[in-house]
């Protein structure tokens, strides 16, 4: 008997068990059990929209609402000029926005691929909406890199209503489930981040810091489904 099996064989003898007919811990994993979840988060999909606004908002991200793509534009030159900030971005090459049609606002330069310290203001899309917390889970890939969400002090999200879910394991659920779509099922990207609001960090004498480790604003663009 391996070191391994008796430390195994005297765990099950504590907890009273003998290891007959029980799955493995690959088998119990694979049924993706739910347990508990917010009471909260038991509604109607627009109810979840808002709930992921008003959470998202209750942790200093701010919000904005539009019907399609092709509004996004205006939305990301207001808030530009709102905080006062340079109409240069660092988009995402992802093809999630290939149609936000950037050419109808001549003011901004955009340029597509990784960031670097020189960033100051990043959009990326997102993979889903948590409506429990008002987190946004981003997945790391090709088109999103892991640079936009982290390095300019500004990230600009654009997130269709669509990819708003309830709950974290919604959230898992539908990442397993685009997997397999693809026939990589059981495949997880490099990275997944959630991302809770601004960055922040209250350990410098207990005094509240945005931007201490990452972007120091946060605005999520939430586009309808006008345009399919």
Do not use: C
């Amino acid at each position: 008997m391996s070191a391994r099996d008796a430390i195994l064989g005297r765990i099950r003898g504590n907890l009273g068990r003998d290891g007959t007919g029980e799955s493995t811990a690959d088998e119990r994993l694979a049924r993706h059990q739910v347990g508990p979840r917010p009471k909260r988060t038991e509604l109607s999909h627009p109810d979840q929209v808002d709930l992921f606004s008003t959470m998202a908002e209750e942790v200093d991200a701010t919000v904005a609402r539009v019907r399609n793509l092709g509004e996004v534009p205006e939305a990301v030159v207001e808030y530009l000029i709102a905080h006062n900030l340079p109409a240069r971005l660092v988009v995402a090459p992802d093809g999630r926005l290939d149609d936000v049609p950037w050419e109808s606002k001549p003011t901004l330069e955009v340029h597509r691929g990784v960031a670097d310290e020189t960033d100051a203001v990043s959009v990326t899309p997102a993979f889903a909406g948590i409506a429990e917390t008002g987190t946004v889970m981003a997945t790391s890939g090709k088109g999103t890199p892991t640079t936009l969400n982290f390095l300019p002090e500004t990230h600009v999200i654009v997130l269709r209503e669509r990819e708003v879910v309830g709950t974290y394991e919604d959230g898992w659920r539908r990442l397993r489930e685009q997997a397999a779509a693809s026939g990589r099922a059981g495949t997880m990207p490099r990275t997944v981040n959630f991302i809770t609001g601004p960055s922040r960090t209250a350990d410098i004498a207990m005094t509240l810091y945005l931007g201490a480790h990452g972007p120091r604003r946060l605005h999520i663009i939430l586009v309808g489904d006008d345009d399919g």
